[in-house]
């Protein structure tokens, strides 16, 4: 069965770091685009940063130059180092591939920071 399991979320205050873990089943992953994504209460769940098999990134501006996402192939994990963290950073955040399939959506993983 193929899975997404994210984790690393926490409470952390304004301008500390997180480092979020999604790790994935394998064979599935290991050559598709990978994205982190978030959901914050009252909105919809929107794009925070995708990764290529081969390395290529992308970012939402609103995360551009904190976050940085990576991926060991190896592990057949995904990983995304917050940075300088805001309170508007509060979400769920949630790992799929990109674009997102709608199957492969996990539980996600709570990130809180404080002002």
């Known amino acids: 069965q193929v899975q997404l399991v994210e984790s690393g979320g926490g409470l952390v205050q304004a301008g500390g770091s997180l480092r979020l873990s999604c790790a994935t089943s394998?064979?599935?992953?290991?050559?598709?685009?990978m994205g982190w994504f978030r959901q914050a209460p009252g909105k919809e769940r929107e794009f925070v940063a995708a990764i290529n098999w081969n390395g290529g990134r992308y970012y939402a501006d609103s995360v551009k130059g904190r976050f940085t996402i990576s991926r060991d192939n190896a592990k057949n994990t995904v990983y995304l180092q917050m940075n300088s963290l805001k309170p508007e950073d509060t979400a769920v955040y949630y790992c799929?591939?990109?674009?997102?399939?709608?199957?492969?959506w996990g539980q996600g993983t709570q990130v809180t920071v404080s002002s």
């Open positions: 394998g064979r599935t992953f290991s050559r598709s685009a």
């Open positions: 799929n591939k990109h674009p997102s399939d709608p199957n492969y």
